[in-house]
């Protein structure tokens, strides 16, 4: 029975923690499309656990003296996908925005900082927001965060405030 146990919580954790394989192919729909000619951009890409990355998120934004309301919306995340590509082009990210168009994403904010823009899309069904994707271009690097979970625009609106206030 003890070994039964043993296997049965192995199992469990390597479920968990197979998500937070590094990967050096795409997992987002438009980059993982094989027939897009990338031009030596280099991927990396992973899947965060939230049941081990939530408390910890969580516990940061406490640190930080982040309100409450922002670190109330960490619970209604339900999965994370992060990409960095390397040697990105301008041309790539513009095929990306109208990618995002065609599939009903709108865009709702552009911050710009230091030289880097942050582009917040999201895509609804009717109130609820049920994805986000969150891109932070600077120069040749990029970065794609796709945050799936169920917001509301109150809740993004909350978020897009506390980034713009620092």
């Known amino acids: ?7 049965l919580f192995s199992l469990l954790v390597i479920g968990t923690l197979q998500s937070c394989i590094v990967s050096s192919k795409p997992k987002m729909d438009f980059f993982s499309d094989s027939g897009y000619d990338f031009k030596g951009a280099r991927f990396t890409s992973f899947n965060v656990p939230l049941m081990l990355a939530k408390p910890y998120i969580k516990k940061a934004l406490r640190e930080d003296g ?3 309301e922002l670190i109330s919306l960490i619970k209604k995340i339900s999965k994370i996908k992060i990409l960095t590509v390397e040697n990105g082009s301008k041309e790539m990210l ?6 995002l168009n065609n ?16 582009n917040l899309r999201v ?3 009717g109130e609820a927001i049920k994805n986000m994707l969150i891109t932070v271009n600077s120069h040749k690097e990029l ?3 796709d945050v799936k979970g169920s917001f509301t625009p109150d809740d993004i609106s909350k978020m897009i405030n506390a980034v713009a206030d620092k």
């Open 66 to 68: 982040e309100s409450e």
């Open 103 to 118: 599939n009903h994403f709108e865009e709702w904010a552009t911050i710009k900082h230091n030289g880097e823009n942050v």
């Open 94 to 99: 513009n095929d990306y925005a109208k990618f």
């Open 143 to 145: 970065v794609f965060v």
């Open 123 to 125: 895509k609804q069904e």
């Open 1 to 7: 029975m003890k070994t039964l146990k043993t296997i």
